[in-house]
T-cell receptor, first 114, second 113 residues
Framework: AQSVAQPEDQVNVAEGNPLTVKCTYS??????LFWYVQYPNRGLQFLLK??????LVKGSYGFEAEFNKSQTSFHLKKPSALVSDSALYFC????????????FGSGTKLNVKP | DTEVTQTPKHLVMGMTNKKSLKCEQH?????MYWYKQKAKKPPELMFV???????INESVPSRFSPECPNSSLLNLHLHALQPEDSALYLC????????????FGPGTRLTVL
């Protein structure tokens, strides 16, 4: 079975500080990992994905994520947070790349304060 | 054009009403999706269409009826809904060769009275 855990319901960070949003996964086989962001009253936006290759993946809006196989983690990071980064972040996993269904985590609300 | 549009933005309906949600994309994507999202929860997949054919139905009650009339349009017909069906309904699309990179619409906020 595939699953994703986001252990923090909420993350608070000051503007300009680095941010990390945590995600751990459980899959049988190779994991395909994704981050999506949802701004208030909006649909989800794709940020980045890990399929294979370099463990550090760079995505939109200055975000990056590090795939760590030994710790089964795929934490989202940004060196310097902006107030406009405040949103709901979802990690997702798929056991097969070419497959329509993937599993979302419960979401982490990121609050960036000025 | 990388936009998925959904209409209406808000919908209030009674339990005996029949209504439809509409979704449109012009990115040439041949996979389209309906999700249901309750407040502060992740989206839950309802239906997947691939090349205008229903490929996944996640055991959704029959009061929800999807329709894909062509490669750009996706509808969700609603009939005899329950108050617990109140939620944000999201439409998404993707290339069939890259189904996990999905483009989402802004959603329709549905309230069932």
């Amino acid at each position: 079975a595939q699953s994703v855990a986001q252990p923090e319901d909420q993350v608070n960070v000051a503007e300009g500080n680095p941010l990390t949003v945590k995600c751990t996964y459980s899959v049988s086989g190779n994991p395909y990992l994704f981050w999506y962001v949802q701004y208030p009253n909006r649909g989800l936006q794709f940020l980045l994905k890990y399929i294979t290759g370099d463990n550090l993946v760079k995505g939109s809006y200055g975000f990056e994520a590090e795939f760590n196989k030994s710790q089964t983690s795929f934490h989202l990071k940004k060196p310097s947070a902006l107030v406009s980064d405040s949103a709901l972040y979802f990690c997702a996993v798929s056991a097969l790349y070419n497959f329509n269904k993937f599993y979302f985590g419960s979401g982490t609300k990121l609050n960036v304060k000025p | 054009d990388t936009e998925v549009t959904q209409t209406p933005k808000h919908l209030v309906m009674g339990m005996t009403n029949k209504k439809s949600l509409k979704c449109e994309q012009h990115m040439g994507h041949r996979a389209m999706y309906w999700y249901k999202q309750k407040a502060k929860k992740p989206p839950e997949l309802m239906f997947v269409y691939s090349y205008e054919k229903l490929s996944i139905n996640e055991s959704v009650p029959s009061r929800f009826s999807p329709e894909c009339p062509n490669s750009s349009l996706l509808n969700l017909h609603l009939h005899a809904l329950q108050p617990e069906d109140s939620a944000l309904y999201l439409c998404a699309s993707s290339q069939t060769r890259d189904p996990n990179t999905q483009y989402f619409g802004p959603g329709t906020r549905l309230t069932v009275l």
